[in-house]
Every structure is written in structure tokens, then in C-alpha cells.
């Protein structure tokens, strides 16, 4: 008896020290794995800060000369990734391109092209009677095609475009330097004397890395003389002088003025066609009209009423400044441009485009509601700016046939002088909405009141030929 409680009594330890050798090894295991586990995280974190630390791996070697994107995109094959998406042709409710087959031939190799506006919507043509715009204007498409489209569009067969239409058409930077001897403004007084197809021999590519970027530092950077004289006379305007833009401006203001290099409102000033920002007054529609009666500036006399006229380009710099998400401090590469992670990485998404065909990037960073309700806001705006644009061009289409049946009745230049100041004035600020490329977005209480001030000139002009109308009568009755 007293064995065997020996024996339970010696076993009893035998179990106990294997049960705390088991539990030492798996111990000793599990601080192991989490010690490799540490060191595999503690690797990812040091590669993930280094990644950050060196956003990019030089393959090759970039120069102020270094044109072609595609060797840019060796260093940043990221960025140039979303440049290529620019090829795109996706339409939104109010804007953007969608695309039309079309046989290529000698004159236009093109197979696609985007929509035609003026077989959308004939009133265009009506606007532009006697103008190269009413042969020829497509809705808009990417940044890919900027060249092309401004090489073979019909107008060229109307009008011999100057060399000037470069600046906002291809990657003009380095056909500066070399027209001016290494001076990009001396350059670009030469390319824009130049005929647009001598002009386009000096470029091979539409807008390119270079245009936007210091190729040492990346650093975004105005190279673009208008822009500069522009921004210059702008702040000048505000009392603020001697501005040099690329001294002077923040980075966030840069997000915004590398677009506003193009995205503007523009003329060719004087015989050498001089490309001219006129925002010498400021940036709203009745400064730059001021600007243009000033200076006596017409883009061409009207084929139906006479009216010395203008055509608005393309103020989308111009627009967004009277807007809200401006006056935030919010840029245009904030909503087209916007911030995405790639690995440990945030770069700018070079995909170039609406906001509305990345909301979730674009809009809801900042707004903390659902990309349904975000689409119906967007649209609800620009579907009231859409209707107040119909108003407006109804109403100067009527002025236009007013002013066409006054001449047949044989009124004199004298008689109509007035009515055809408001056709110019009541086109150029609905023209002004039409050729900005946001429907309103952009600053949605501006755009209506400039539509609003457009009807205004319109009546005002029926007015004045209802009223010298019944001077007549009454003076021949006399």
C-alpha cells in the first residue's frame, strides 16, 4: 500500500514537468512568430517610409528639353498611367464627349470624333453667323486629343488660325526656348506670328509634363508668357504689383493656375496676333467686356445684323474664381486632379476630368455624403443653368432676327447702333456660360446672373428698335 502511493506520488511530478515543458516550448514558439511577425511589419513600415521618402526610382534622366511624356512616364510610371486614360470619351448628363464614328479620309485621318454641338443644338449657329465656330464646333474631348482635334476641326478650312492657338492646344514650352534662344517669352512672341501650321512643325505632343512640372524638382511651375502678363495685370488690378507668378504664388494657388494657363478666356491682340489674357479690369464678365470696348476688340462683324462681336473661349479659370469652392481655397486639381494612394504613395490622379466620374474621390474627401445625393446636387445645378441658358439663347436668336428684318426694312447704321452694342453684349455673356465647361458648376449664382444680365441686354436691344421704330413713324407722319 504504502508503494503505490509512492508510486502515484512520483508520477504525479513526472506529468507536471512535462505539462510546463510543453507550455515553455509553445511559449518560446509564439514569441517566435511574433517576433518574425514584428520584424515582417517593422520591414513593410521601413519600406513604406522609404517608398514615401523617394516617390519615384530614376530610371532615366529628365532636362528642361525632355518633351515626350512617355520618358517622363519612366520615372513616374504612375502618373503617366493616368495621362493615358485621357483617351476617355465618357459623357455626363451636361457635358463631356461621346464617340461618333466618322470616315477618315486625306484632310482627317480621324475615325472618331466627339458630337457635333452645332447638330445638337442649331441656335449655335444662328450666334455665330459669319464665324469659323458656325462650320465647326464639337463638344470637347481629353487632354489626348487637344492637338488633333485642333488640327483637323473644319475651321481651319474657314480661317487661317495663327500660330497663337498652340498655347493651348500642345506642349508649347519647349518650342519657346528654342524660337527665343532659351527666352520662352521671346518664343512665344515668334510662334504666335507664325501661320497655325508653321507654328505646329515647331511641337509633337499636346499638353506634356513639362508644361506643369520643374523636371529637377517637380515643383509646379507657370510656363505659359499670357498667363503671366495675365495673372500680372490681374493682381495688378487688385493693388497688388510687380506679381511674378512663379515667384509669388503658394502651391495650392498653383494647383489651380497650371490649368488656368489654358482653361481661360482669350484674343489675339494687334497684327502679330498676340495671345492676350484681358484681364486687365479683373476676372468677372463685365471687366472683361469693359476691357474689350475699351480697346475696341470685335472677333467679327455679324453676317445677319452687323454687330461687331465677340466669341468667348473657354473661362473656366475666370468662372471658378466667383465660386464658393474657390473662395474655400479648394483648387481645380482638388476635384479633377484629386489625391489618391498608390501603396504607401498619395499622388495626384493625372486621369484628368469630371469630378462627376469620381465622385468618390473628388467630392467626397471634403463632403460627407453619399455619391447619389452629390451627382443629384451637381445636376440639379447645372439643369437650372441649363434652362436659363435656353432662355437666354431663345431670346437673343429673337434679337438677332429683330435686328436682320430692321436692316431689310432699310434702318440705317445710326438706327441700329444701339440695338447691335446690346447683341454684343447679351451674346458675349451667354457665350461666356456656354463655352465655360462646367454648365454652372463652377459657380453656379454667377453663371445664372450673367444669363440673367444676358436677357436684360437682349430686351433692352428689342427696345431700342421698337422705339426707333416708332420715331420713325412718327417722324414720317410728321
Given at each position: 500500500?504504502?508503494?503505490?502511493?509512492?508510486?502515484?506520488?512520483?508520477?504525479?511530478?513526472?506529468?507536471?514537468?512535462?505539462?510546463?515543458?510543453?507550455v515553455?516550448?509553445?511559449?518560446?514558439?509564439?514569441a517566435?512568430?511574433?517576433?518574425?511577425?514584428?520584424?515582417g511589419?517593422?520591414t513593410?513600415?521601413?519600406?513604406?517610409?522609404?517608398?514615401?521618402?523617394?516617390?519615384f526610382?530614376r530610371?532615366v534622366?529628365?532636362?528642361?528639353?525632355?518633351?515626350?511624356?512617355?520618358?517622363?512616364?519612366?520615372?513616374?510610371?504612375?502618373?503617366?498611367d493616368?495621362?493615358?486614360k485621357?483617351?476617355d470619351?465618357?459623357?455626363?448628363?451636361?457635358?463631356?464627349?461621346?464617340?461618333?464614328?466618322k470616315?477618315?479620309?486625306d484632310?482627317?485621318?480621324?475615325?472618331?470624333?466627339?458630337?457635333?454641338?452645332?447638330?445638337?443644338?442649331?441656335?449655335?449657329?444662328t450666334?455665330?453667323?459669319?464665324?469659323?465656330?458656325?462650320?465647326?464646333?464639337?463638344?470637347?474631348?481629353?487632354?489626348a486629343?487637344?492637338?488633333?482635334d485642333?488640327?483637323?476641326?473644319?475651321?481651319?478650312?474657314?480661317?487661317?488660325?495663327?500660330?497663337?492657338?498652340?498655347?493651348?492646344?500642345?506642349?508649347?514650352?519647349?518650342?519657346?526656348?528654342?524660337?527665343?534662344?532659351?527666352?520662352?517669352?521671346?518664343?512665344?512672341?515668334a510662334?504666335?506670328?507664325?501661320?497655325?501650321?508653321?507654328?505646329?512643325?515647331?511641337?509633337?505632343?499636346?499638353?506634356?509634363?513639362?508644361?506643369?512640372?520643374?523636371?529637377?524638382?517637380?515643383?509646379l511651375r507657370?510656363?505659359?508668357p499670357?498667363?503671366?502678363?495675365?495673372?500680372?495685370?490681374?493682381?495688378?488690378?487688385?493693388?497688388?504689383?510687380n506679381?511674378?507668378?512663379?515667384?509669388?504664388?503658394?502651391?495650392?494657388?498653383?494647383r489651380?493656375?497650371?490649368c488656368?494657363?489654358?482653361?481661360?478666356?482669350?484674343?489675339?491682340?494687334?497684327?502679330d496676333?498676340?495671345?492676350?489674357?484681358?484681364?486687365?479690369k479683373?476676372?468677372?464678365?463685365?471687366?472683361?467686356?469693359?476691357?474689350?470696348d475699351?480697346?475696341?476688340h470685335?472677333?467679327?462683324?455679324?453676317?445677319?445684323?452687323?454687330a461687331?462681336v465677340?466669341?468667348?473661349?473657354?473661362?473656366?479659370?475666370e468662372?471658378?474664381?466667383?465660386?464658393?469652392?474657390?473662395?474655400?481655397?479648394?483648387?481645380?486639381?482638388d476635384?479633377?486632379?484629386?489625391?489618391?494612394?498608390?501603396?504607401?504613395?498619395?499622388?495626384?490622379?493625372?486621369h484628368?476630368?469630371?469630378?462627376?466620374?469620381?465622385?468618390?474621390?473628388?467630392?467626397?474627401?471634403?463632403?460627407?455624403?453619399?455619391e447619389?445625393?452629390?451627382k443629384?446636387?451637381a445636376?440639379?445645378?447645372?439643369?437650372?443653368?441649363?434652362?436659363?441658358?435656353?432662355?437666354?439663347?431663345?431670346a437673343l436668336?429673337?434679337?438677332?432676327?429683330d435686328?436682320?428684318?430692321?436692316?431689310?426694312r432699310g434702318?440705317t447704321?445710326e438706327?441700329?447702333?444701339?440695338?447691335?452694342?446690346?447683341?454684343?453684349?447679351?451674346?458675349?455673356?451667354?457665350?461666356?456660360?456656354?463655352?465655360e465647361?462646367?454648365m454652372g458648376?463652377?459657380?453656379?449664382?454667377?453663371?445664372?446672373?450673367?444669363?440673367?444680365?444676358?436677357?436684360?441686354?437682349?430686351?433692352q436691344?428689342?427696345?431700342?428698335l421698337k422705339?426707333?421704330?416708332?420715331?420713325?413713324?412718327?417722324?414720317?407722319?410728321?
Amino acid at each position: 500500500m504504502e508503494n503505490e502511493e509512492n508510486t502515484v506520488s512520483n508520477k504525479a511530478p513526472a506529468k507536471s514537468r512535462l505539462y510546463g515543458g510543453k507550455v515553455v516550448v509553445s511559449v518560446a514558439f509564439l514569441a517566435f512568430a511574433a517576433a518574425i511577425l514584428g520584424l515582417g511589419l517593422l520591414t513593410n513600415i521601413l519600406e513604406r517610409k522609404n517608398e514615401a521618402k523617394n516617390p519615384f526610382f530614376r530610371v532615366v534622366e529628365l532636362t528642361d528639353d525632355t518633351t515626350d511624356p512617355e520618358v517622363w512616364g519612366k520615372n513616374f510610371p504612375l502618373q503617366y498611367d493616368g495621362y493615358k486614360k485621357t483617351v476617355d470619351q465618357v459623357r455626363t448628363r451636361f457635358g463631356g464627349s461621346e464617340a461618333v464614328h466618322k470616315t477618315p479620309k486625306d484632310s482627317d485621318p480621324r475615325s472618331m470624333v466627339a458630337q457635333s454641338r452645332l447638330e445638337e443644338d442649331p441656335r449655335l449657329k444662328t450666334m455665330w453667323d459669319g464665324y469659323a465656330f458656325a462650320v465647326d464646333f464639337r463638344e470637347e474631348r481629353g487632354h489626348a486629343f487637344m492637338l488633333e482635334d485642333q488640327m483637323f476641326t473644319e475651321r481651319q478650312n474657314v480661317v487661317k488660325q495663327p500660330g497663337s492657338c498652340i498655347n493651348c492646344h500642345a506642349s508649347a514650352y519647349a518650342a519657346y526656348k528654342k524660337l527665343g534662344g532659351g527666352d520662352i517669352v521671346a518664343g512665344f512672341q515668334a510662334l504666335n506670328k507664325l501661320p497655325y501650321f508653321e507654328a505646329k512643325k515647331e511641337i509633337s505632343h499636346p499638353v506634356a509634363c513639362i508644361d506643369c512640372h520643374d523636371s529637377q524638382t517637380m515643383a509646379l511651375r507657370i510656363t505659359r508668357p499670357a498667363f503671366m502678363d495675365g495673372i500680372k495685370a490681374y493682381k495688378a488690378s487688385q493693388g497688388i504689383q510687380n506679381y511674378d507668378v512663379n515667384r509669388d504664388a503658394t502651391r495650392q494657388e498653383m494647383r489651380s493656375y497650371v490649368c488656368g494657363q489654358c482653361h481661360v478666356e482669350y484674343y489675339f491682340k494687334g497684327a502679330d496676333k498676340q495671345l492676350t489674357y484681358p484681364w486687365e479690369k479683373g476676372l468677372k464678365v463685365e471687366n472683361i467686356m469693359a476691357y474689350y470696348d475699351e480697346v475696341k476688340h470685335k472677333d467679327w462683324s455679324h453676317k445677319q445684323t452687323g454687330a461687331e462681336v465677340l466669341k468667348a473661349q473657354h473661362p473656366e479659370f475666370e468662372m471658378f474664381n466667383q465660386g464658393i469652392h474657390s473662395r474655400a481655397g479648394v483648387s481645380c486639381a482638388d476635384c479633377h486632379m484629386p489625391y489618391k494612394r498608390e501603396g504607401a504613395m498619395k499622388i495626384s490622379d493625372h486621369h484628368v476630368r469630371s469630378p462627376l466620374l469620381n465622385i468618390s474621390q473628388s467630392c467626397q474627401t471634403c463632403h460627407s455624403t453619399s455619391e447619389a445625393e452629390l451627382k443629384f446636387r451637381a445636376e440639379a445645378i447645372q439643369e437650372r443653368t441649363f434652362n436659363m441658358r435656353n432662355i437666354a439663347m431663345d431670346a437673343l436668336v429673337q434679337l438677332i432676327d429683330d435686328l436682320r428684318k430692321a436692316k431689310e426694312r432699310g434702318a440705317t447704321d445710326e438706327d441700329l447702333a444701339a440695338a447691335r452694342d446690346f447683341q454684343r453684349k447679351a451674346q458675349f455673356y451667354l457665350d461666356f456660360v456656354e463655352a465655360e465647361n462646367s454648365m454652372g458648376f463652377h459657380a453656379p449664382a454667377e453663371a445664372v446672373r450673367i444669363l440673367g444680365e444676358s436677357v436684360n441686354f437682349t430686351r433692352q436691344g428689342q427696345l431700342s428698335l421698337k422705339n426707333g421704330k416708332t420715331m420713325l413713324a412718327t417722324a414720317a407722319a410728321h
